[in-house]
Every structure is written in C-alpha cells, then in structure tokens.
C-alpha cells in the first residue's frame, strides 16, 4: 500500500510535527511507542547478570582495566568534542545519514535532524515522532527514508504497535521531504515483505532504487517465515515519490525445500544462524557492485541493472561467525569487510571467554574479474580491549576514511565503543585509534553505546543508544588526508567512490 492512494487530506493528517531549533513543537499525542529491537540489534532488556560477573566488572573497574562507570576514556590521537544528549520524544538511537551541514539520526521513535556546521556545538533542527523499529535512515537529495520493522497498527506516524497476526500490521519503506529541513514532510508508504529492517540506496538522476533488507527472525514472527531468501526492490521517482512502489523481489537462495538455498543454520551448523533474508546490503555504485550480509551468508551482487541485482560469489563460516550483520567495501573494491553480531548485539562478547575470532570482523579479498569475482577470507579483527561482563559489545556498523591508497575504518562496538582500525594488510589489521565509556552498570547488562560510527567531513560522528549523539575529532598523521575529502551526501550503505 502507498500514501498515493490515499485522498489528500489523509496527508495532512499524516503531518509530522518537529522541535525546530531545539524549541519543543507539537508533537503526536500517542506517545512513543515502547521500542523492542528484532533479533539482529542489540535486545532492550535489561538483564541481571550473576554475582561473580558483577563482582568482575567492580573489580576490573578498580583496578583501572576498564573505565569507570560512564567514564570517558579514548586514545591521544582522539578528541571527544560534544555529546548531544536523548531527547523526550527520542527512543533507542539507531543509524545515521548525512548531507551538507546536516546528521539525520534515526531512532525507534523517529528521527533527529541536527546541523552540524560547527561540531563542537551541533544543534537540533527538527525532532520527529513517527515510531517503529529501526528507523534505519538514508537521504538522497530531498528525500529521507525510514525503515520499519515491527508491526504498526497502520502506515502513519500516530500507528501503535499491535500484534504481528493482525491482518491491518503494517511494516515497510516511508519517505519524507525534507526540502525544509526544520519541517520535514511525510509523503509515501511502501509495505514491503516481513518489513524493512535496514535498506540501502542505490539512486539515479531520475530515481532512487531501495534495495530493502528483512528476514523472519523466530516463530515469534508468524507473518515472515521462511523461505524469505530475497530482498524488496522499491523504486521511488524522485520528481513523485507519492508513486513509490515494489518492482521486483529477487531471490537471492534459491533453493528446495521449506527453508530455500541459504545456510541451513543450527543445528547442522551449530551456533550459526538460518539464513531466512539479509540483515544489510551495501551497494558501491561506481563499481556496479553489492556485498550482503544475510545471517548465514555473505554475498556479492552485481547491480549493473539495478532493478535485477545478481548474486555472482557466496561465502560462509560456520566456524566463528553467528550472524551476517554488515558489509564494507575497500577503496578499490579489492575487499570486504564483514560484521558478525554475535549475540544479536545485546550480549556481552568482547571478554575473554569469546575469543578475538567471535563478534569480530571478517576481511576477504575478492579476486578475480566481472561476474567469476570471488571472496577469499584473510583474516579477523577485533578491538584488543576486553570490556566487562555487564557490557553488551560486539562488531557493528562504521566506514570508511577516506585516505587514498590505504584502508582505513571507523567502527561502533556497542559499550565497546568507537575502534578506527587499518586493513589495507588484509591479512594484518590493527586499531590505530579509540573511544569508550565505561560500563553503564556493574550490576546488570544494561543495552548502550555506540550503533553507528562514521566518518564525515573531518569528523566522527556516533550515534550511542543511551547517551545520545557525539561528535570525534580525529588527529592522526595516518588518517589527516582524509580531511580533505568533502562530500555533499553520505549514506554509508551506498559507499562513495571517493577518489573516482
């Protein structure tokens, strides 16, 4: 169902109502809904860990391995500038976008629009209350689009959350205008299959293809069961996103079966998850390429026909990776990075008892030409640091920075903070910078930090879960190049071709 086929004034009433210049505007009067993340992102609980645990966390604490509760620590060669905290209407902070002086900051209540022309001071320009999980959020000229995944009683911004067996549940695509900034304007809805839980933007001069991730988590989820091996192609018209719509629905595993072609999971392959969709797909459009992370799976796509993406290699490690969360494309597109969200973001993983090669990273080549490219695993990383038991950490999402001839990326790690790490040794990866707070609590795994780390115009940007948005200055010999490269847009999920 689209918004176009709804009389006009069903858009008015669709209005979104913003807090401009930080100043309180009218908001919905059905307040935030309670946010619950899917499996997949970090699980809202709060969760009372064993005595020993605690006691572990103080005393690590003491001893000065870990920060203190809500401390800040971070590298020499990082600054942390500003901290704009959660606001009243912003509910668990997710993904981030970019454009000119403007961070649009997704949230499962919404989003935030934030001018960023002077990072020490960044300053809200609009607040928006439109709830559903996760708010995964892109831009693209005078468009921004929000991903929901979780079952809304209707497609408007005042929907309450309801069960997913209703047959009115609505999840998918929404798009807004934002030609005004301070007064972004809700203008369509797409549903889309089992929802959208993260999408990437593959755009043209006329269009923007939406290539839509979701995937059918647990039987808690009765309108998205396998198999569900493809992904939602929506194509938005710019110049009408009124006309949004789904074009196509490639299946990416073909298969027999009940379950299709993807990675048959647990129990043949204990510990992995089923491959029931794709949690993230990054498309590197000057390349006509796309790698996916789809749970069991990675995936690399030709997209030279953007509506009929085509998958040319597959990959699995049924050794130490869980859960296919995200991908990142090298500068040459010679490599990929891979995230395994071990835990499904809300576990503590990065201590010792899991190990350097689980909740990491997964670098691969890719070798060969055209359509015959395929991967080749190098090496994991992860960032040295044990963080406590009380700490949910694990590999999430980050980008590149932008320094010619060398890989270089900044990466969120949940409460494990903000890694900036080099790979252009695939086989040989090392941090080169950090940031972190210390545990939000000693006494219970409390979900926070950091979703999204990204680089921008010379600066970090983090959207963390519980403390809000910050802003890092970077100062390092190795990554300083990389302020010289400006852009007008940046959505992480379609990497830019920096250097043409």
Request: proline letters at 7%; charged letters at 20%.
């Amino acid at each position: 169902m689209t918004l176009s086929n709804h009389p006009p004034t069903r858009h008015r009433r669709l209005g979104v109502a913003v807090a401009a210049a930080g100043l309180l505007a009218t908001l919905f009067t059905a307040g935030p809904a309670a946010a619950t993340l899917d499996p997949g992102d970090a699980p809202a609980a709060t969760e009372r860990v064993s005595g020993s645990e605690a006691a572990a966390a103080r005393a690590a604490i003491a001893s000065g391995e870990i920060p203190g509760r809500d401390e800040v620590v971070h590298s020499d060669n990082i600054e942390h500038l500003a901290n704009v905290p959660k606001g009243a209407f912003t509910g668990i902070n997710s993904d981030l976008a970019f454009q000119g002086k403007y961070a649009f900051a997704g949230n499962y209540d919404g989003f935030r629009v934030f001018d960023i022309s002077d990072p020490k001071a960044p300053k809200t320009v609009a607040q928006v209350l439109c709830p559903g999980s996760q708010n995964d959020i892109s831009v693209s000229g005078d468009l921004l689009f929000l991903s929901t995944d979780s079952s809304r009683s209707d497609d408007s911004c005042a929907s309450t959350t309801q069960p997913a067996t209703e047959k009115s549940s609505w999840e998918g695509m929404k798009v807004f205008d934002i030609s005004d900034k301070a007064n972004p304007r809700y203008v369509a809805a797409v549903e889309t299959a089992c929802g959208s839980h993260t999408h990437a933007l593959v755009p043209d001069r006329k269009n923007v293809y939406l290539y839509v991730s979701s995937y059918s988590p647990s039987a808690a989820f009765p309108d998205c069961q396998p198999p569900h091996d493809g992904i939602s192609v929506v194509k938005v018209p710019r110049k009408a996103p009124e006309k949004a719509a789904v074009v196509n629905f490639p299946v990416l595993f073909p298969g027999e079966g009940p379950d299709g072609g993807g990675n048959p999971g647990s129990p043949t392959n204990p510990g992995v998850s089923k491959t029931t969709g794709c949690h993230d797909i990054t498309v590197l459009p000057s390349k006509k390429l796309a790698a996916g992370a789809c749970m069991g799976d990675g995936i690399l796509l030709s997209i030279a026909d953007p509506e009929h993406p085509k998958v040319i290699d597959r990959v699995q490690d049924n050794v130490n990776f869980s859960f296919w969360h995200s991908a990142t494309f090298s500068q040459k597109a010679d490599k990929v990075v891979f995230t395994d969200e071990l835990g499904g973001g809300g576990a503590a993983t990065c201590n010792e008892a899991t190990g350097p090669t689980r909740g990491a990273d997964g670098i691969y080549d890719i070798v060969g030409r055209g359509d015959h490219r395929k991967f080749v695993f190098r090496s994991y990383y992860k960032i040295p640091r044990h963080q406590a038991d009380t700490e949910n950490c694990v590999a999430h999402n980050g980008s590149l920075i932008p320094v010619k001839g060398k890989d270089l990326m900044v990466q969120a790690w949940y409460q494990g903070g903000v890694s900036v790490w080099d790979f252009t040794n695939s086989a040989k990866p090392k941090e080169i910078a950090y940031f972190e707070r210390g545990p939000l609590s000693t006494d219970t795994l409390e979900v926070g930090g950091s979703w999204s780390a990204y680089y921008y115009n010379g600066y970090i940007y983090s959207n963390d879960i519980a403390k809000g948005f910050d802003v890092l200055k970077l100062s390092d010999r190795r990554t300083d190049p990389a302020k010289r490269v400006h852009l007008r847009e940046l959505n992480v999920q379609t990497q830019p071709d920096y250097f043409g």
